[in-house]
């Protein structure tokens, strides 16, 4: 299995992996098709393709930020089940991660992620995919060392429409021993600089990143 890197909407790979993001994911989760262009000239974002023959098994997208020192999971498809396309995508990313943060000085302490609480959610298909399952993701998630961050958290629709997106919980997997716990402003400053790309906002994701503003540490618990 190779691990395919996409960085241009040219790229006619990219027509595939949109398509599938469309195929698996709610509305309200897909970014539109031209707005992908500038995003993927992005060095700090990562889309990867695990591609086997002539086929795409799976997709990842994640990203570092330099001036906060973490990282995040945008998003990870699993197309073909039954070969080893979840660890082969976690065991490739973590090893591209390690290598950008040492060409970029970088000190990784863990990586964001958004994830979706299934007792929370209407649509559980996903395409007919049953490793996309929600309740499998979840349990795949905690065993790679997820945890949530014990707070209410809403993210903005990528319709940019300024629906509010209430389902998942945000998370994050520490690479460093011993934390328990993140600094809330260093979850404020990162939402706010991820989603800084959505012009539209709901009023409560304003009043989320506000409530952050008062609190000093949002404490990791178990998924």
Known sequence: MEYV??????????????????????????????????????????????VQGDEV???????????LNVAMTDFTIIVKEGLGVGPFLAKKRYE???????????DLMGMFAEIYDPYRMKNHSFAGIKV?????????????????????????A???E????????????????????????????????YYSVLSNKPQEWHDMVANLEKEDEILLKPL
């Open 158 to 160: 990528w319709t940019n």
């Open 57 to 67: 098994a799976g997709i990842t997208e994640y990203r570092y930020n330099k001036e």
């Open 162 to 193: 300024g629906e509010a997106v209430s389902h998942l919980d945000l998370c994050f997997q520490p690479f460093k021993e011993n934390i328990q716990s993140l600094k809330a402003s260093l979850i404020r400053d990162f939402i706010t600089s």
């Open 5 to 50: 890197q996409v960085n241009s909407i040219d790229d006619p790979m990219f027509a595939r992996l949109h398509k599938t993001m469309q195929d698996v994911f709610p509305p309200e989760e897909v970014l539109e098709y031209e707005l992908w262009a500038e995003p993927l000239k992005d060095p700090t974002i990562r889309v990867f393709l695990a």
């Open 96 to 106: 591209d991660l390690m290598r950008l943060a040492e060409e970029n000085d970088l």
């Open 132 to 156: 996309m399952d929600p309740f499998v993701r979840r349990e795949v998630l905690s065993h790679l060392g997820y945890m949530r961050l014990d707070f209410p958290y809403v993210h903005p």
